[in-house]
């Protein structure tokens, strides 16, 4: 549905977004994850025709942007940075605007707005002014006039920012459940959200992508990534370091002493394979093990790893 | 869905913005005091025993719009910009022209609005002689459409900044540029600099407002003028998407 090729946008000198590439099909929900300042608003307001590109072309549901931006910005739904609404107007009336403006009229557009008013939780602000409204209300009113046409795509710039826990949770199942029958590009920082909601996601960095792949691929990039913990009972911590540390698929082994406890984490040489989860049943035969568990590897880690500067390889 | 649907969409909706503030209102009223106590108190309406608006009613009018026009106009994308929905409106599925017609169509809808609540004088000068209609038609015509060329000059100054009221002051100079262009002694200022170049003095004395609405004062709808405004009006919304193309590039 979405098609970005050798996206560039430059300001002046600075280069927001250097030459991205991806695709979004229906039936995907894509996080794109980076710093402030990575340049994830930018390449989203390009997808939505805000911005032109310096370079690259982008094709929403096989209409360019730039040739045939009319046709292909009916098909996109958009929710910029900060939610912007007019502050002059009722929730009421600012999504009967946009209906109009989507070329909805009479009953369609009267069903449009009751299904978005259900879906977003906006009946007790219906009359109330924008600018009146709660940082999560007036998130939500933006959003609900983002899938008032129920467009195929949907492209959200932070969805969940200043959201209460129990709104984001909404907001995300919202998301999932329309990423099934829609193409979703959603912008977060928040890493938890692409466990949650997403099929895949982009780690974005100095406009440059920098990782790419379901959210167990990019787990799986982390140092954590089939590490196995261990908690030992009456075991000597130097005597685990010792046997723990021989082991062939072993890379190092970190350990921790509280009291009589010892709890070792061993990484593996190569992620993910199951072997070290193997040798570490075999070589703690013997020991009084009370728990004992493979790590899938943390998101986080390899967050910071891919955009941190000084360990950016 | 057409242009004409979405221009009339946004014009709707600006026109709604206008009067759920209360700045549609103390336009209004000050627009109307304003008219009322020239036309009465300065402009001598009674002392001058004529069964006619233009001296006393219509040649204010270019110097009322010249501070209230620019009121109205600097919201127009100044507050679209601040607030952000800029990245919305020309997100949807319409083309930047017809979001620029459409809310120039709406301000200059609500000033003609203003001017149409003027009826009072129209019905006092009736009632006390009979004056041409249609002299007094054409002016209103003529005075609206000035109206319009202020509004789309501050349509510009709106583009440009984030702030309504530098907008509001570049826009006033700009108005006043217009009006004193045909003002003699600036006529003669500019004989002098330009050392008698007469072509240039009367392509620069062709842009003031007063030349051109004074055919409609007189009760001539004269197509030079009619087109000198509306070639303002459609220059200047140009320039305007433009300027707002050039905040997306850079």
């Known amino acids: ?313 | 869905m057409n242009s004409f649907g979405n221009i009339k969409t946004i014009a709707k909706r600006e026109l709604l913005a206008y009067f759920s503030s209360p700045v549609a209102y103390v336009f209004i009223v000050i627009f109307l005091l304003l008219n009322g106590f020239f036309t009465f108190m300065v402009g001598g309406f009674f002392e001058r025993g004529e069964a006619s608006l233009a001296n006393s009613f219509f040649m204010w009018h270019p110097w009322f719009y010249l501070f209230l026009v620019p009121a109205v106009g600097m919201r127009l994308w100044a507050d679209e910009r601040r607030v952000g929905t800029l990245e919305l409106l020309l997100t949807m599925p319409i083309a930047p022209w017809e979001a620029i017609v459409g809310k120039f169509v709406a301000s200059w809808l609500f000033l003609g609005l203003a001017l149409v609540l003027t009826f009072p004088v129209v019905l006092t000068v009736n009632h006390l002689g009979s004056p041409d209609n249609g002299v007094i038609f054409a002016a209103y015509v003529g005075s609206w459409l000035m109206a319009g060329a202020y509004l789309a000059v501050s349509c510009i100054t709106s583009a440009v900044t984030r702030s309504q009221v530098v907008s509001f002051i570049v826009s006033v100079v700009a108005c006043l540029f217009l009006i004193l262009a045909g003002f003699p002694p600036v006529i003669n200022l500019l004989q002098s600099l330009t050392h008698n170049w007469q072509w240039l003095v009367d392509v620069i004395t062709s842009f003031s407002v007063i030349t051109h609405f004074d055919g409609f004062q007189k009760g001539v709808l004269d197509s030079r003028d009619i087109i000198f405004f509306l070639s303002v009006i459609g220059f200047s919304l140009f320039t305007t998407s433009v300027i707002l193309r050039t905040h997306r590039t850079s």
């Open chain 1, 1 to 313: 549905m979405i098609k970005v090729e050798n996206l560039t946008k430059t300001f002046g000198t600075k280069r927001a977004v250097d030459n991205v590439s991806f695709n979004v099909a229906r039936g995907e929900v894509l996080g794109f994850l980076g710093p402030n300042g990575a340049g994830k608003s930018t390449t989203m307001r390009m997808i939505t025709g805000f911005f032109p590109p310096s370079s690259g072309k982008i094709t929403v549901g096989g209409f360019d942007i730039l040739e045939q931006p009319i046709p292909a910005k009916r098909l996109i739904g958009y929710l910029p940075e900060n939610a912007p609404a007019y502050t002059d107007m009722t929730v009421h009336g600012f999504l009967d605007f946009t209906a109009e403006i989507r070329g909805l009229r009479g009953d369609a557009k009267k069903s449009a707005i009751n299904r978005v008013v259900e879906l977003c939780f906006l009946n007790a602000v219906l009359h109330q002014n924008v600018d009146t409204l709660s940082k999560g209300y007036r998130h939500r009113t933006c959003f609900a006039q983002s899938i008032i046409h129920d467009p195929d795509i949907l492209v959200l710039d932070e969805p969940t920012d200043g959201l209460d826990p129990n709104q984001k949770h909404e907001i995300r199942q919202l998301i999932r459940k329309m990423g099934e029958t829609k193409a979703i590009i959603f912008s977060t920082h928040i890493l938890e959200e692409v466990d949650a909601v997403c099929t895949r996601a982009i780690i974005i960095d100095r406009g440059a992508i920098v990782a790419n792949g379901t959210p167990e691929e990019l787990r799986r990039k982390s140092e954590w990534a089939g590490a196995v913990t261990l908690r030992l009972n009456g075991v000597p911590a130097n005597a685990v370091q010792e046997k723990l540390n021989h082991l062939r698929t072993a890379k190092k082994v970190s350990t921790a002493t509280n009291g009589n406890r010892v709890t070792a984490t061993v990484f593996p040489r190569t992620a993910g394979d199951g072997d070290l989860t193997r040798e570490v049943i075999e070589a703690t035969n013997g020991w009084q093990v009370e728990e004992l568990r493979t790590e899938e590897g943390r998101l986080d880690e390899v967050f910071r790893n891919l955009t941190l500067p000084d360990t950016k390889n």
